[in-house]
């Protein structure tokens, strides 16, 4: 995968073509590595972007997994791509690293950008503007021959919805069902129901 999504959608279809699997259209969406901040440290700092960091970065901790500091999507990265060096690393595990982030024990923390909890506590994703990760976009695969026999439009539909589905709004549908607790499929409907894309409860 490279960061461009066109480029790793077409290569991605192409080989799973060869195995009988065919990827439908990707959704704008990414779950991939998400660099955050608190809101408050986001404006006091004026973080908005990795890039953001190569100036501070040094009186910072970063929390992430204990693999980070031999990842190239992780500190390794950080440093090539970005000339970001962190002052102090914590390896802790995702309910840590979440604990810390909100306890200020760590400045920064590697998440997922899908994460329900970014949405939670209003905390900054900080963006990729270099490009340091790959494409990640949320894409729904099928049978080829599933594909080829049904009589609807299978991927047109598909392509519909995924067109409308941001990584911000599935982020916030993570947030409604993990930590609000509502049921998925209530979620599910909600959304698609708000964007037109099937009919209300009520017209059902």
């Known amino acids: 995968a490279v960061p461009d999504p066109d480029v790793t959608f077409a ?9 009988g699997v065919t990827l439908l259209p990707s959704a704008p969406a990414q779950n991939s590595n998400a660099f955050v901040v608190t809101r408050a ?4 700092r004026g973080l908005t972007r990795i890039s953001d960091l190569a100036a501070v970065a040094a009186e910072m901790t970063l929390g992430a997994p204990p693999e980070c500091p031999r990842r190239a999507l992780c500190a390794v990265g950080l440093s090539e791509v970005y000339g970001v060096t962190f002052g102090e690393f914590e390896p802790l595990d995702l309910d840590g690293r979440v604990a810390a982030l909100e306890a200020g ?7 997922f950008s899908t994460d329900a909890v970014i949405a939670a506590r209003d905390w ?4 990729d503007d270099r490009g340091l990760q790959p494409a990640e976009n949320v894409s729904l695969a099928i049978r080829t021959e599933v594909l080829e026999r049904s009589d609807v439009d299978i991927e047109a ?13 599935l982020r ?3 947030r409604q069902v993990q930590v609000d607790r509502v049921p998925a499929e209530d979620v599910a409907r909600t959304w698609l129901e708000a964007r037109g894309l099937i009919e209300t409860a009520a017209g059902a």
């Not at 440290?41 to 006091?44: F, R």
């Open 157 to 169: 539909i598909v392509a519909n919805v995924s067109a409308q589905l941001t990584t911000q709004e």
């Open 172 to 174: 916030e549908l993570n």
């Open 124 to 127: 900054v994703v900080l963006e």
């Open 11 to 19: 290569e991605a279809r192409s080989r799973m073509l060869e195995h």
């Open 41 to 44: 440290l986001s404006a006091e």
């Open 105 to 111: 024990t760590i400045d920064v923390a590697l998440l």
